[in-house]
């Protein structure tokens, strides 16, 4: 059963806010049950859920792609209506990267791609230019702009997509599996780049299975299942738990994993329970240090 979010008044109005999103395919299937979600400044996000739980159908609704069968979508606080000027609004503040860029990317070259959202939003020659240039340079392609996007390499296509996205300055970036298909340099690399867009203000949800990345790099997590979400907190208080987790068709993280195992061992004290492999580390270290 999912757990309502209620809204704290005492607290800045979310960029953006999921109230009870409910989803209807045709054909009957129903992919979203209901689902609550805030997004507030600047906050990394991590969505995270078994195949099939409906994290990129969730996704899609974030920027006015599909519209809810039921549920209300709100951004600073006002409801979207699905019509021209308010999508338009919706996807200036809300840019989605989809999982494969090849779905993305239709542009003949780079800058083309780039340059496409920015035109549609009926900025004048130079602001286009300018976002256009501060976006190739975020990701670290300005190299490619006269590239065709058909010689990309896919990590490549990756950068080209979010700068698309990037471009349209959005207060909340969305990405689904954006690790998905690079080697660990490439995702390194586009890690950097996406905490520095997030330093910058950018609001990021990342959808994942990687639980481990989840837990070291999100300040909250939202666990979709079956449709529902089942919870949205602090990482250290819903990633610990092995048999919620697995009823949801997910495992802990195995930095939790190791964590708890050393404190069986009586080698690591209860209360330190390490977010990050440098904090693992540091208490290792401390604890070799003290015996």
Not at 55 to 61: G, I, M, P, V
Not at 213 to 222: D, G, L, N, P
Not at 233 to 241: I, R, S, T
Request: charged share 20%.
């Amino acid at each position: 059963m999912a757990l309502p979010l209620v809204q704290d008044r005492t607290q800045p109005t979310p960029v953006l806010r999921a109230e009870r999103l409910r989803y209807v395919y045709e054909g009957g299937d129903e992919a979203l049950r209901g689902v609550d979600l805030e997004v507030h400044h600047g906050r990394r996000i991590a969505l995270v859920g078994a195949n099939g739980a409906g994290k990129t159908t969730l996704l899609l609704h974030l920027n006015g792609t599909l519209k809810p069968t039921s549920g209300v979508l709100y951004i600073e606080g006002e409801p979207v209506e699905y019509h021209r000027r308010c999508l338009k609004r919706l996807r200036a503040t809300v840019g989605v990267v989809l999982q494969n860029p090849d779905d993305q990317l239709f542009a003949g070259a780079v800058y083309q791609d780039v340059s496409f959202g920015p035109l549609n939003l009926d900025l004048d020659e130079t602001e286009v230019r300018e976002r256009v240039e501060q976006a190739l340079e975020a990701m670290d392609i300005s190299g490619l702009r006269h590239r065709p996007t058909h010689m990309l390499s896919h990590g490549q296509k990756k950068r080209v997509a979010i700068a698309g996205a990037v471009a349209m300055q959005p207060k909340i970036l969305v990405l689904d599996e954006p690790m998905a298909g690079l080697d660990p340099s490439g995702a390194w690399q586009l890690m950097g780049l996406l905490k520095r867009l997030n330093e910058s203000g950018t609001s990021l949800i990342i959808a994942t299975h990687d639980m481990s990345f989840a837990y070291e790099w999100a300040q909250e997590v939202a666990i979709l299942s079956g449709g529902t979400m089942v919870a949205q907190g602090p990482p250290g208080g819903l990633m610990n738990d092995p048999a919620t987790l697995a009823h949801h068709g997910l495992r802990i993280p195995w930095i939790v994993e190791v964590s708890k195992l050393l404190m069986e061992c009586g080698l690591l004290p209860a209360s330190a329970m390490p977010r990050t492999r440098d904090e693992l580390r540091t208490a290792l270290l401390t604890l070799t240090r003290r015996s």
